[in-house]
């Protein structure tokens, strides 16, 4: 059943969401036809407009990916949803795995947009030697540290979404459910955030970067950032290298699961549809 | 004969009040039953209840011996009185998504119905009259094998000329161990259809009894009963 739902779910993404970028791949047309002709003025607006193009992309998505979970659950949709001979955990779960999948897709778009943008001013060539020059020989293993912990924060930004808009359609918020919506997201968004921090600052694993090297730490961020204070401050030599937590990540999977099970939970319990 | 759907003590509450004030019935296996009462009385709420749509209620709700859930959702085909279906989606769209839904739905019985109302597999809901997509959604959950079907306010929008052509989709397509719950307010078109009569006055149960039983008694017919118990 789950594969039914994620196709009817991907199907309802895909009559909205690539149409941004559609437009984003007629402006990179329209960018390499006028650099081609050497139409300057209309080469640097499509420049400019690659590097923004992904914003919108972003915005759509999240649009969808709110309107959908709402309506989909909680209004007129929802008394199809919600009658089909299917738990409400796999229901989530589809709507988790698709807009999952469209806010990778548009992440995408966004850094592809910018390599557009690269391409159209006759720039891509000097990228690895700016990369190079600021990241050195840590920029893959940055690159999959940023990958990685993107993955996991849209995964909880996900369950944060959905917790807030499921709590605020039980009985006692369902009057003003969109405001509701929005309030319990910030909360929640800011609980996460905290956890996240204290997270990335108090688990002793992380990631040094020095300047041999990308290197794996057991001290906590928090233990280095202590020690580099009272060193500075004692004139004293600093630790080399910058070090960050990976807390951050496992507090970002276990706030992400742990809200939707509540979702899970308040979906079969506590929620009506309008 | 088995119950079918069984309510115990079914309260539910809403912000302006409680709608549900401790019901309890049973309805039986291949019956019409028609359940009525003035707007705001409830009718609806207990309905969604019993398809699973609210999940904070009191009482116990079961269906051939299961809570609301997934089992029961197998068995129950619903009409709620809103339009359900995205409006960009095509009938014959939704006709296969419903037919890989649920085992028990005949999707060459769709089809057919649709011919028979004249509408188009290729027409967009947003493309059709209100009473062209109700008789979508109900062709839709007719054509399920269902135990139980749900039916609320199937003739509210609909034409005196079209009441008619829904009440034959109604009885032409349930099977005869199948119950059909259906809620109206026009009591005196459908009224010769109904086995069993549920009267719900202010959340609380005033009527639960066969038609027939009915008219017996009171010497009315349900229509001039439901007006008499009702008036203002």
């Known amino acids: 059943m789950l594969g039914k739902l994620l196709k009817y779910e991907m199907k309802a993404g895909a009559r909205m969401i690539p149409i941004s970028y559609l437009a984003t791949a007629a402006v990179f047309l329209v960018g390499l036809i006028a650099r081609s002709l050497k139409i300057h003025q209309v080469t640097t607006a499509t420049t400019i407009l690659l590097f923004f193009a992904g914003i919108p992309c972003i915005i759509i998505t999240l649009i969808y990916v709110i309107m959908r979970f709402h309506k989909g659950m909680f209004g007129n949709e929802g008394y199809l949803t919600q009658t089909l001979p299917v738990g409400k955990g796999q229901l989530l779960l589809s709507k988790l795995i698709s807009s999952y999948i469209w806010m990778v897709a548009s992440a995408a778009v966004f850094v592809a947009a910018w390599a557009g943008a690269m391409v159209v001013s006759n720039n891509l060539n000097i990228m690895p030697d700016i990369i190079d020059f600021v990241f050195g020989n840590s920029f893959a293993p940055l690159v999959i540290f940023i990958v990685v912990s993107s993955a996991v924060q849209l995964f909880a930004f996900l369950g944060e979404l959905y917790f807030a808009i499921s709590l605020a359609n039980t009985r006692q918020f369902l009057k003003n459910n969109v405001v509701f919506s929005v309030v319990f997201f910030f909360v929640t968004n800011f609980a996460v955030s905290l956890l996240e921090l204290a997270a990335m600052l108090l688990i002793p694993l992380g990631i040094k970067f020095t300047e041999t090297g990308v290197v794996w730490t057991t001290k906590t961020m928090l233990g280095d950032l202590i020690f580099n204070m009272e060193a500075f401050t004692g004139n004293q030599p600093l630790l080399s290298g910058i070090s960050i937590g990976v807390g951050s990540c496992f507090a970002d999977l276990a706030a992400g699961i742990g809200l939707l099970l509540a979702a899970v939970w308040l979906l079969n319990h506590k929620t009506s549809v309008k | ?232």
């Open chain 2, 1 to 232: 004969m088995s119950s079918l759907l069984e309510i115990r003590n079914l309260f539910k509450s809403y912000d302006r009040g409680p709608v549900l004030k401790g019901i309890s019935l049973n309805v039986e296996s291949g019956r019409i039953v028609g359940v009525v009462g003035p707007n705001g009385c409830g009718k609806t709420t207990m309905f969604k209840i019993i398809a699973g749509l609210i999940g904070d209620y009191q009482g116990t709700v079961l269906i051939d011996g299961n809570p609301p859930g997934v089992k029961s959702k197998e068995i129950i085909s619903f009409l709620p009185e809103k339009t359900y279906l995205d409006e960009g989606i095509k009938a014959g769209t939704a006709i296969s998504m419903f037919a890989d839904f649920y085992k028990d739905f005949d999707r060459q019985k769709a089809l057919e119905m649709l011919k028979r109302f004249n509408l188009e597999p290729g027409m967009k809901l947003k493309s059709m009259s209100k009473g062209m997509q109700e008789k979508l959604q109900l062709i839709l959950v007719m054509s399920r094998a269902a135990k139980l079907y749900i039916l609320d306010e199937p003739l509210s929008g609909i034409d005196p000329a079209a009441r008619d052509n829904i009440l034959d989709i109604i009885l032409n397509n349930y099977s005869e161990n199948s119950t059909v719950m259906l809620s109206t307010h026009l009591i005196h078109d459908v009224e010769r259809i109904f086995d069993d009569i549920i009267m719900i006055g202010n959340g609380t149960l005033l009527v639960a009894e066969s038609a027939d039983a009915l008219r017996e008694r009171t010497g009315k017919s349900l229509d001039q009963y439901f007006r008499e118990v009702f008036r203002c």
